[in-house]
C-alpha cells in the first residue's frame, strides 16, 4: 500500500529476510546430512601388523606300540613292517611302502649286529628303564675320519665321537644311516626290564633318504621308550 510520504520498499529489500531464511535452512539441512552420512560410514583402520611365523607339524599324534620288554611311540604316519627272518630279534617302522625312498627306524634287542657301521651316530645312555639323547646327530664321519683307508675285509673304520667308540661306513659315505653308540659299547645300550629284573641290550638306527634329513622324529621316538 502507498502511504503519502514513505518510500515503497523495493522488491529486493521486500525478499532479503526470506532469502537468508531460506540460506539458513539449506545450511542446517546440508550439515544434518554430512553428519548422517559421516556416521552411517564404516571406519576403516589400516595398521601394519607384526608378522608371525606358523609351523604346522603333520605328525603330531603318535601311535602307543607295546612290544614284550618296551613300549614306544612312534608317529602316525609311520608303518611297523613285519620282523624279516633272521639272527637278529628287530623291530622296524617306515614311513612309505618302499624302504627306499622314505625314513626308516630299526630297533635290534639284543641280538646286535656288532659290526654294523653307520654314517652319522648319536650318542645315547640308559637310564635303567629308559634312554637319554646325550647331543645331537654327527655330522658324516667320513668328515672327520681323515679319510681312512678302508681295508679288505674290513667292516667300518673305527671312530669317536664325544669320546664314544662306534664304526664309520666309509666305503658307502653317500648314505645316510644314523645309529646309535653309548658307553656301553660299539652299537650297545643296555636298559632294564623292570618287571622281572633282566637287561637287555639295544641299537637304534634311523635312515633318512632326504636331501635334508630331519632326525627330530628319531629323538622324541627314543625319548618315548620304556621298558617294560
Request: proline letters at 5%; hydrophobic letters at 35%; charged letters at 20%.
Amino acid at each position: 500500500m502507498y502511504s503519502h510520504g514513505q518510500k515503497k520498499k523495493s522488491i529486493w529489500r521486500r525478499a532479503r529476510p526470506w532469502l537468508f531464511l531460506a540460506l539458513i535452512i539449506f545450511l542446517l539441512g546440508w550439515a544434518g546430512i554430512s553428519h548422517l552420512r559421516k556416521s552411517l560410514k564404516p571406519t576403516t583402520t589400516i595398521s601394519k601388523s607384526t608378522a608371525t611365523h606358523t609351523t604346522v607339524n603333520y605328525d603330531t599324534q603318535s601311535v602307543h606300540y607295546s612290544e614284550p620288554d618296551f613300549t614306544i611311540d612312534v608317529p602316525k604316519s609311520w608303518t611297523p613292517v613285519p620282523r624279516p627272518a633272521g639272527p637278529y630279534n628287530s623291530y622296524t617302522w617306515k614311513t612309505s611302502a618302499n624302504g627306499s625312498d622314505g625314513e626308516v627306524i630299526d630297533i635290534f634287542e639284543d641280538t646286535i649286529p656288532s659290526h654294523f657301521a653307520v654314517n652319522r651316530v648319536l650318542i645315547v645312555r640308559g637310564e635303567v628303564d629308559h634312554l637319554t639323547v646325550d647331543g645331537s646327530a654327527s655330522d658324516n664321519c667320513s668328515q672327520y675320519t681323515n679319510g681312512a683307508t678302508v681295508t679288505a675285509g674290513q667292516v667300518g673304520t673305527p671312530a669317536k665321537w664325544q669320546g664314544i667308540n662306534f664304526l664309520c661306513d666309509e666305503a658307502n659315505q653317500q648314505r645316510d644311516v644314523l645309529g646309535t653308540s653309548s658307553l656301553d659299547g660299539i652299537n650297545t645300550v643296555l636298559l632294564k626290564n623292570q618287571s622281572n629284573g633282566t637287561t637287555h641290550k639295544f641299537f637304534f638306527t634311523y635312515t633318512d633318504y632326504k636331501i635334508n634329513p630331519d632326525y627330530s622324529v628319531f629323538y622324541n621316538v627314543l625319548s618315548s621308550l620304556k621298558m617294560n
